[in-house]
Structures are given as structure tokens and as C-alpha cells.
T-cell receptor
């Protein structure tokens, strides 16, 4: 079974630009969550999508948005990039149902975003 | 609001030592707790997940326990090896559909 894939793996942008990151979950998984990881703040939750609906949202500005398609693939968009947006962006997928080991989250390798 | 703490931030041990990594959480109504491993520059690998109704889970040399009343989880690594060197993160959920809240991780170095 293929794991979670993220594209692109590396990205360099300049301030003010916008960027779209993509995440393909494990086949059969309906939940996709996005996280931002920085050395100072650690892993911070951005949002979670389940069956094309945003189910949870973290404390990030509106410049950060996402969506999920009918095949469960998800995209994350950051508009008007700032230097502080430089981070490793991770997505994780799970079955998304309540209880049991179906709740285990599986992470992709991440997209390293550098904002200059 | 669930907060997860992992102390110390870094740990260095000689090969072969048995060790315990600690994780504390503030909301005892935890739904489940998951331990992950992260190698430098990589994504996270799930190690063990403990449901609120369970007290521990085991996988190979790893054993994770959960004590809701004290707000603690521990990851026990038996007979540590240099290949165990990585950052170990714990993360908890307070409900079936709630977000996962992470600790900042413990960077483990196992010296040959």
C-alpha cells in the first residue's frame, strides 16, 4: 500500500507570492490533516479535512487555506507569503472514523518551504 | 485546551541502555495518545497508539503506557541502539474528531 505523498518536496518563494502544496493520502483514508513544523514552535495544527469538509481548524491567519477533493487528495494554499512562513509542511492521513486503530495518523515526507 | 509537554528536550545515552521517554498532558479526558518518531528532515513515523481505555501498547522493543489520572504517558525503549537516534514526539486527542496536539519532542542520541 503506497504511503502518503506530498508534492513538491522543496519550494523556494519570495515574500508576497502565493503557494499551493498537495497531499495524496493513503488509499481508503478520508481524513487529511495539515501541520506546520518550525524549530521554534514545533508541530502546529493547521486544519483537517474529512470527506471534503473542514472538520477542525488551528489558529492560523486566513492566508492559510485548504481544500479536499472527492478522491480525498488535499491541497493547502498560502497567500501573501511572509518570511515566517518558512517551515516544513506535513500532511497526515487516517481513516478518520472514531475509535480503534483506524485513528492512527500516517504522515507524508513533508514539503520544505523557504520564503526569501 | 489540551497541552502536551515533553521533558527533557534532548537525551544522550550509551548503546544497550533501557530508557524511558516522558510525555505529560493537561486534559485527563484524553481520547487517545500516539507516539511518533521523526528522523532529521523527514516526516513522522507512527510507533504506537494507545486508546483511552488501554493502559499500554507494545511493539517489538517499544512499550508505551498511558496513565490518564496523572496525565502521563511513557515510551519505554529496551536495549537501545544507535539506529534509535531520532526525535520522539507524543501527541494526544481529546475527542474522536478533535485535532492532534503535539509535544515539542525529545531528541534522542544513542552513542555506540
Amino acid at each position: 500500500k503506497a504511503g502518503v505523498t506530498q508534492t513538491p518536496r522543496y519550494l523556494i518563494k519570495t515574500r508576497g507570492q502565493q503557494v499551493t502544496l498537495s497531499c495524496s493520502p493513503i488509499s481508503g483514508h478520508r481524513s487529511v490533516s495539515w501541520y506546520q513544523q518550525t524549530p521554534g514552535q514545533g508541530l502546529q495544527f493547521l486544519f483537517e479535512y474529512f470527506s471534503e469538509t473542514q472538520r477542525n481548524k488551528g489558529n492560523f491567519p486566513g492566508r492559510f487555506s485548504g481544500r479536499q477533493f472527492s478522491n480525498s487528495r488535499s491541497e493547502m494554499n498560502v497567500s501573501t507569503l511572509e518570511l515566517g512562513d518558512s517551515a516544513l509542511y506535513l500532511c497526515a492521513s487516517s481513516y478518520g472514523t472514531s475509535g480503534g486503530y483506524t485513528d492512527t495518523q500516517y504522515f507524508g515526507p513533508g514539503t520544505r518551504l523557504t520564503v526569501l | 485546551k489540551q497541552e502536551v509537554t515533553q521533558i527533557p528536550a534532548a537525551l544522550s545515552v550509551p548503546e544497550g541502555e533501557n530508557l524511558v521517554l516522558n510525555c505529560s498532558f493537561t486534559d485527563s479526558a484524553i481520547y487517545n495518545l500516539q507516539w511518533f518518531r521523526q528522523d532529521p528532515g523527514k516526516g513522522l513515523t507512527s510507533l504506537l497508539l494507545i486508546q483511552s481505555s488501554q493502559r499500554e501498547q507494545t511493539s517489538g522493543r517499544l512499550n508505551a503506557s498511558l496513565d490518564k489520572s496523572s496525565g502521563r504517558s511513557t515510551l519505554y525503549i529496551a536495549a537501545s541502539q544507535p539506529g534509535d537516534s531520532a526525535t520522539y514526539l507524543c501527541a494526544g486527542k481529546t475527542g474522536a474528531n478533535s485535532k492532534l496536539t503535539f509535544g515539542k519532542g525529545i531528541t534522542l542520541s544513542v552513542r555506540p
